[in-house]
């Protein structure tokens, strides 16, 4: 039984003395590979006095002389994409190293802050690859390798143009075309085709740096190039490709229109034959409107509507009766100069002939019957000079008051409380007859 065991610890301490191996891969932006390669080298502890070789699986330390464990870990960056990339920098978190472990770089970082190395690996062509590695003496446990985060990468992102059709139609096929700024293709990319529903397709570039797929929804498509920068934004909207129209369904549709034009011909019929009444009865409710305010002696305004632009009878009948009055009131006011000049001029020669004869009987001391006579004569020619002045006077009165009638009839009647102001003719002057004493001889 002895012999069993130790041949068995033997075989463990063996197999123990070969590194241990554990890989993970992870994909930068579609164009950088890492893989993370870690080894656990776990040598074995043999005790000095038999020279028996064991490994319980403790950790023992390194004073003792009975050896040590150790983890190794490689990052190897490799460039999978179509173009050179620039400036590429690596960072490994250093969270999962046991604290007091010793740490090893090759090469040497770039910056080490004791929780994050970072290594500038510079520029990697198409295909080209670097690795760098650190070490720390102590035994990695399989749950602290898988919490391990992917590395972190940064580098310089080079810049190209996309050229995409801004129409389709729907189940057709768009062609892309990647480029650099210089216009020399891009072959080998991946360009990412995000669909109007949110989902995504990835296509890659041929040769010629062209690319093609089916847009099989309608909308709006938009792209994107992991790991590059796009010069300007490029999407492309596709629609339903409407179907050609049969000769029949084209003559059907033009009978549907002209069905449906000779269905509103009736109704725009009516719609006319109401605006022709509603105008007629407007212009009569106008019309009577206007009379009312005649007949009330009120100035009317109307907007009536003629048919025609010939004036209306009654108004060149108003005009006619308008003028006729004028006419008559200047002939009217011309006769009366006329017969105030006669009556100034009849009464101016009776009184020098009565101032004559009076001064002549004064002169003579007495008045001959002949004088007498004619003073008698010229007194009854001034009576007979005032009778016909007043009776000119009460024609003239009578003829003001037939045209004030005939005016009030044509015209409107002002408003109560105004007095129209009457033309008022100069009064005669009267004779006054000097009676004096004649003696007879």
Not at 1 to 28: C, W
Not at 55 to 76: F, H, Q, S, W, Y
Not at 192 to 205: E, I, L, N
Not at 400 to 412: F, I, N, W
Request: hydrophobic fraction near 35%; glycine fraction near 6%.
């Amino acid at each position: 039984m002895k012999i069993l065991h130790l041949l068995l610890g033997m075989l463990f301490a063996f197999g123990m003395a070969f590194p241990e191996d554990y890989s993970t891969q992870s994909v930068h932006d579609g164009w950088l590979k890492i893989t993370r390669s870690i080894q656990l080298i776990n040598q074995p502890a043999c005790a000095p006095l038999t020279g028996a070789c064991h490994d319980t699986g403790a950790k023992l330390p390194d004073e003792l002389g009975m050896g040590r464990a150790k983890t190794k870990v490689i990052l190897t960056a490799q460039n999978i994409g179509p173009v050179q990339r620039d400036q590429i920098e690596i960072s490994e978190s250093l969270a999962h190293v046991p604290l007091g472990a010793s740490l090893s770089f090759k090469p040497t970082p770039s910056a080490n802050d004791g929780r994050i190395a970072a290594w500038a690996i510079g520029s990697l062509k198409p295909g080209e690859s670097k690795s760098v590695a650190y070490e720390y003496s102590a035994r990695a446990q399989i749950g602290e390798l898988e919490g391990i985060p992917p590395a972190q990468v940064r580098s310089a992102t080079p810049s190209a143009i996309l050229a995409s059709p801004s129409r389709a139609d729907v189940g057709g096929k768009v062609q892309l075309s990647l480029r650099f700024e210089d216009g020399s293709p891009i072959p080998q990319a991946v360009v990412q085709v995000h669909f109007p529903d949110g989902s995504m397709q990835s296509v890659k570039t041929d040769s010629e740096g062209k690319a093609s797929f089916v847009a099989s929804k309608d909308g709006f498509y938009t792209y994107s190039v992991p790991g590059m920068k796009l010069a300007k934004l490029a999407s492309t909207e596709a629609q339903q490709q409407e179907a050609p129209i049969s000769a029949a369904a084209a003559v059907a549709q033009e009978s549907q229109a002209a069905g449906q034009m000779f269905g509103l011909l009736p109704i725009l019929a009516a719609i006319f034959a109401v605006a022709v009444i509603a105008l007629i009865i407007y212009n009569f409710f106008s019309y009577r409107k206007e009379e009312g305010a005649k007949d009330a002696g009120e100035a009317a305004y109307s907007q009536k509507l003629p048919f025609s632009e010939y004036p209306q009878p009654e108004q060149k009948a108003k005009e006619d009766d308008t003028k006729r009055l004028l006419d008559l009131r200047r002939s009217q006011q011309n006769e009366q100069a006329s017969h105030a000049a006669e009556t100034s001029k009849a009464e101016g020669e009776a009184s020098q002939e009565i101032s004559s004869l009076e001064q002549k009987a004064r002169a003579e001391g007495e008045v001959s019957v002949e004088s007498g006579e004619e003073i008698e004569s010229a007194i009854r020619q001034l009576e007979e000079i005032r009778q016909k002045l007043k009776e000119k006077k009460a024609q003239i009165e009578s003829l003001e008051k037939e045209l004030s009638g005939q005016k009030e009839s044509k015209e409107p009647k002002e408003p109560a409380g105004k007095k129209k102001p009457q033309r008022v003719l100069p009064p005669s002057k009267k004779l006054k007859s000097k009676a004096k004493t004649f003696k007879r001889s």
